[in-house]
C-alpha cells in the first residue's frame, strides 16, 4: 500500500507560483510512476503531469506545457510539481497519484494509489 499526501495548495493571483508536494509513505515509490492530475468544480479530473520511474522521462499536458514542472525526489520519497505563471483556468484541487508497471499514463484509470488532494486558487 501506499499513502500519499499533498500540500503546498493555496491562494495565489495570476502570474504566481506554487510549489505542490506529494509525501509517500507506506513503501518506496522509486519503483512507481507518478502522476499529477486536477479536477475542478463541475469538470471531469484531468492530466497535469507525469514521471517515469525508469528514467524520469516526463510529460505534461498542453495547458501546461512550459509553465508547470514535475519532479521527484526519491530519496525523500516526495514528488512535485512546480507552477509557474498561474492562470485562473488552473483553478482546481490538485491530485497526487501513483501506478506500477506499464500503462498508459494519462489515464486516472491506471493508477492504483490517490491522494486525498490540494486546493489551489488563482486569482485573476
Known amino acids: 500500500q501506499v499513502h500519499l499526501v499533498e500540500s503546498g495548495g493555496g491562494l495565489v493571483q495570476a502570474g504566481g507560483s506554487l510549489r505542490l508536494s506529494c509525501a509517500a509513505s507506506?513503501?518506496?515509490?522509486?519503483?512507481?510512476?507518478m502522476g499529477w492530475f486536477r479536477q475542478a468544480p463541475g469538470k471531469e479530473r484531468e492530466f497535469v503531469a507525469f514521471i517515469r520511474w525508469t528514467d524520469t522521462m516526463t510529460s505534461a499536458s498542453d495547458s501546461v506545457k512550459g509553465r508547470f514542472t514535475i519532479s521527484r525526489d526519491n530519496a525523500k520519497n516526495t514528488v512535485y510539481l512546480q507552477m509557474n505563471s498561474l492562470k485562473p483556468e488552473d483553478t482546481a484541487v490538485y491530485y497526487c497519484?501513483?501506478?506500477?508497471?506499464?500503462?498508459?499514463?494519462?489515464?486516472?484509470?491506471?493508477?492504483?494509489?490517490w491522494g486525498q488532494g490540494t486546493q489551489v486558487t488563482v486569482s485573476s
Open positions: 507506506g513503501r518506496s515509490i522509486s519503483t512507481y510512476n
Open positions: 497519484a501513483a501506478y506500477a508497471g506499464r500503462g498508459t499514463y494519462y489515464s486516472s484509470s491506471r493508477y492504483d494509489y
